[in-house]
């Protein structure tokens, strides 16, 4: 099956190396019915050999067990035959061909039938597996809105998303998902996003926020007003995202499918060589002995158990981190994740909440609550996002102060008449400009800066900052801890403000005052160190870097389309901390897939020596190469059960569902505002 739940071809044409699923049986078939006849069939004929019953010898036989050898063998045939034509001859299909047929040609009918219905169940339990691993993947498919209400002309029509036009309003009822991404017309409203992000907590969105497909309206009536076309939405883009993920190989799997073309003709070559070589060196040759032993050869010899347990363990990988709310454009990047020494971050909105909020209030001649008052009264009158964090933090206390002649001056602040009293409220180059005298320790202030005037006189000032994520510090300690040995946070910031972060934090360099180019120029130093390293970014200024890197890591990537687009990974639950969870989640699967590695080899190389020796049958051929191939499939599921909420990965995950980190959900501020040279003393207001 592909990940959009449609049928996946047949074993025509391709090899397990190749990295397809298997279908055996016609779409909608039990799978398993044709290998339980087969099987019935099996131990009857064992039986009515073990009894000698008359009836039961010569072509009476043959057909019994070629009738059970068919139910489950004719497909592998058919698949050995049709891959001819493309040039994949030497494949497992093949290998089982040759095997099982010539069992039927030396008499071990048995046997042929045995390896045969062992390898299909072999096949259907990998299939199984492999469905599961993809699971939490494919269960992003059934987000998207299948129907979708929508208002024209005073009619409610229920139409297919794709039918719907931009500009178009939709209703969308409590418990619906919303199927287009737009803007909310009709609010305020709670949704749960978890669908698209991985968090438990509701979001509440106001009237003209934007909503996106997949979300779920939790409580009241409401409407959206459409602002992209099915295909354009965020949803649909980390869906397509994700489906592709699947078809970019890792360097492990490369070599795996690679190995698995050399490897085959080799066997069939040795094989071949087990039946003719010790007709010239043994005395008592026999050439049945020695075809059996060279069938048993080429059946241990079956790719299986790697070719399909390690992408396998991949898309085990890939899913446990969709479940984090981590996606994975390709397996690839879960290799490059664990091979990585270096991480380098922005700042704003990356690092830190990208929303500013008042951090000190220093007053003179007043007291603290009268300055607020009187600044954030004269605040409301501003659309900067410095105002606009000064009126959040004073909130209700600004409710009916008079407010009148209030003036904007460029580059300095607000002037205007508060409560009958003449107030100041902006940078210090406000203050001089109306000869103020200030303290002169408020110039060496790190933070941004509102400074306030009552009436002529300086009275205090307020520090406004972009604090840190909450898990910000968590997610350095663990990357540390998980073996990175160099942070570095690159930002357009103010460099005193960049340096601050960077000693709250714990992280190694910082540089501030950057332009896009600027960081693209340290992280190719860092680079052509020989380190290998991942830049996290949030927004499109990111985009050049985050392309640059070895592996990039695109925060809160239902935001930017740009970042999507780009970016090797998104973490969409914009958590710092979930870079230590994918890395750790790569690391497992790393060392989850090389273990199965090991176990094919030594198991088949054993088994092997013992069948050229001939000290191992059939039967320790099909242990060989289904048991091996099952052992290391449960082995691979393990992924998706370990939990990677903390520094040292691999042990099994608590029987109870993860718990959602709780933080806060906060709207960040457009991008150019946020970041830039203007963070500084001489804040423009």
């Known amino acids: 099956m592909d990940l959009a739940g449609q049928p996946a071809d047949e074993h025509a044409g391709h090899s397990h190396g190749d990295g397809d699923d298997h279908d055996h049986g016609p779409a909608g078939d039990n799978p398993y019915l044709w290998p339980g006849v087969s099987l019935a069939l099996l131990l009857a004929g064992i039986a009515l050999d073990y009894y000698t019953v008359g009836f039961f010898t010569g072509y009476v036989r043959l057909l019994w067990y070629g009738v059970a050898f068919l139910l489950v063998g004719w497909k592998v045939i058919r698949s050995a035959v049709q891959s001819i034509p493309s040039g994949n001859v030497f494949n497992e299909f093949l290998l089982m061909s040759i095997a099982t047929l010539g069992a039927f040609a030396i008499g071990e009918y048995p046997e042929g039938v045995a390896v045969m219905l062992f390898y299909t169940v072999g096949e259907l339990f990998q299939d199984a597996a492999v469905n599961r691993a993809k699971r939490s993947i494919k269960a992003l498919l059934e987000i998207q809105a299948t129907e979708v209400t929508v208002l024209r002309g005073g009619q409610s029509l229920v139409l297919d998303p794709k039918q719907v036009q931009v500009g178009d309003t939709i209703e969308v009822k409590p418990g619906e998902k919303v199927a287009l991404d737009g803007t909310l017309t009709k609010g305020p409203a709670s949704f749960n996003t978890a669908a698209l992000t991985g968090e438990s907590v509701p979001q509440t969105k106001q009237t003209g926020e934007p909503v996106l497909a997949g979300m779920v309206n939790l409580e009241s009536l409401i409407q959206v007003a459409v602002t992209a076309g099915y295909q354009d939405t965020k949803l649909a883009k980390i869906l397509a995202m994700v489906q592709d993920a699947v078809g970019r190989k890792a360097k492990t799997q490369q070599f795996i499918t690679k190995f698995a073309k050399i490897y085959t003709p080799i066997v069939v070559l040795l094989a071949t060589l087990l039946i003719v070589v010790p007709y ?26 790697l070719v399909i347990s390690i992408p396998l363990g991949y898309f085990g990988g890939i899913g446990a981190a969709s479940k984090a709310g981590i996606l994975f454009k390709g397996s690839n990047f879960l290799d490059a994740m664990r091979e990585l020494d270096t991480v380098v971050m922005d700042k704003t909105g990356t690092l830190t909440e990208g929303v ?20 954030g009264a004269l605040e409301t009158k501003s659309t900067h996002p410095i105002a606009k964090a000064v009126v959040a933090h004073v909130g209700a206390a600004t409710a009916g102060v008079a407010v009148e002649n209030v003036e904007e001056i460029a580059g300095h602040g607000l002037r205007g008449r508060v409560d009958g009293r003449d107030v100041l409220a902006g940078n210090t180059k406000l203050l001089r400009k109306f000869n103020v005298a200030y303290p002169a320790e408020v110039d060496q202030v790190v933070d941004s800066i509102v400074v306030g005037a009552v009436d002529g006189q300086y009275a205090g000032y307020l520090t406004v900052a972009d604090a840190p994520k909450e898990d910000a510090a968590r997610a350095v300690q663990e990357l540390r801890a998980d073996g990175i040995s160099k942070l570095v ?37 860092y680079k052509t160190e020989g380190r290998k390293l991942a830049f996290v970014g949030d927004g499109v200024n990111d985009a050049p870097v985050v392309a640059l890197a070895d592996v990039g890591i695109a925060m809160g990537g239902l935001g930017s389309d740009a970042t999507i687009e ?16 994918a890395r750790r989640i790569a690391r497992a699967t ?9 176990l094919a080899f030594v198991v088949k190389g054993i088994v092997l020596v013992l069948g050229a020796g001939g000290l191992a049958t059939m039967w320790e051929a099909v242990f060989a190469d289904v048991g091996v191939a099952l052992l290391a499939i449960l082995n691979a599921v393990r992924i998706q059960r370990m939990d990677y909420s903390s520094p040292g990965t691999g042990s099994p995950s608590p029987a109870a569902p993860p718990v959602t980190e709780n933080l806060s959900v906060v709207e960040p501020m457009p991008r150019e505002l946020r970041e830039g040279p203007h963070h500084s003393n001489d804040q423009t207001k």
């Open 590 to 598: 790393h060392r989850v897939v090389w273990q199965n590695i090991w």
């Open 489 to 525: 946070m690159l930002s357009g910031d103010k460099d005193s403000i960049v340096q601050r972060v960077a000693r709250e934090l714990g992280i190694d360099e910082a540089h501030g005052g950057l332009l896009p180019e600027d960081k693209a120029r340290y992280v190719q130093q």
């Open 356 to 375: 500013f909020a008042v951090q000190q209030v220093q007053a003179v001649g007043l007291e603290k609550a009268q300055l607020l008052r009187l600044l």
């Open 566 to 581: 780009t970016a090797d990974v998104v973490i969409q639950t914009d958590h710092p901390s979930k870079i230590a969870t």
């Open 280 to 305: 010239f060196v043994v005395d008592d040759y026999v050439f049945r002995t020695w075809l059996y032993r060279a069938l048993v050869f080429l059946v241990i010899s079956c790719p299986c158990a």
